[in-house]
């Protein structure tokens, strides 16, 4: 079946640092990628998304490249501000029986970024 | 934007009693879906619905567990005899078409079982 891996958490960074979350998957088929993102207190955000090989998904300078080849799909920002604190959730979405979608979630990497 | 919304917020159940937990899918969407995510543990499966039946469950959605769109706005989720371990972060979601699109999610119900 569908699996996501994701790096344990949690990442502590300072303000402006580079960040990286590493993501890879398992599926059968094309499934569609996603980075959602749980802030304190709060539901479930998409932050972006990749439905085919090659394609990079952005958002509020995060990015992700659908990386066929290394079944990878880690995350990206240049810089990290203090309100990116949050739990970031790579995530999968692939035909299931009947032909609909369920996603399959990775166990969360929570990112603290320090003033 | 539209959202995904969800009632109550926060929900305290002695073991053994029924729960419905409430979910408002956005208004134009067609395919909704209950996820739980147990305190410190990954977003799980429970439950996929479209055309008013279950298109497919997890091995977590036993009998006790049940969904129901009652009308035109509200998509449902009843436990019927609560226990301890349903204790979790109750999600649900919806999406305009099948396939692989991004789904919209609420806020959650969290579910404390006494």
């Known amino acids: 079946g569908n699996s996501v891996t994701q790096m344990e958490g949690p990442v502590t960074l300072s303000e402006e640092a580079f960040l990286t979350i590493n993501c890879t998957y398992t599926?059968?088929?094309?499934?569609?990628l996603f980075w959602y993102v749980q802030y304190p207190g709060e539901g479930l955000q998409l932050l972006l998304k990749?439905?085919?090989?090659?394609d990079k998904g952005s958002n509020k300078g995060f990015e992700a490249t659908y990386r066929k080849e290394t079944t990878s799909f880690h995350l990206e920002k240049g810089s990290v501000q203090v309100s990116d604190s949050a739990v970031y959730f790579c995530?999968?979405?692939?035909?299931?029986?009947?032909?609909?979608?369920?996603?399959?979630f990775g166990t969360g990497t929570k990112l603290q970024v320090i003033p | 934007e539209p959202e995904v919304t969800q009632t109550p917020s926060h929900q305290v159940t002695q073991m053994g009693q029924e729960v419905i937990l409430r979910c408002v899918p956005i208004?134009?969407?067609?395919?909704f879906y209950w996820y739980r995510q147990i305190l410190g543990q990954k977003v799980e499966f429970l439950v996929s619905?479209?055309?008013?039946?279950?298109?497919?469950k997890s091995e977590i959605f036993d009998d006790q567990f049940s969904v129901e769109r009652p009308d035109g706005s509200n998509f449902t989720l009843k436990i019927r005899s609560t226990k301890l371990e349903d204790s979790a972060m109750y999600f649900c979601?919806?999406?305009?078409?099948?396939?692989?699109?991004?789904?919209?999610f609420g806020d959650g119900t969290r579910l404390s079982i006494l």
């Open positions: 990749a439905t085919k090989a090659d």
């Open positions: 599926a059968t088929g094309y499934p569609s």
């Open positions: 995530a999968l979405s692939g035909a299931s029986r009947g032909g609909y979608q369920k996603v399959t």
């Open positions: 979601a919806s999406t305009n078409r099948g396939g692989n699109q991004p789904q919209h």
């Open positions: 208004s134009n969407h067609l395919y």
């Open positions: 619905f479209y055309n008013n039946e279950i298109s497919e």
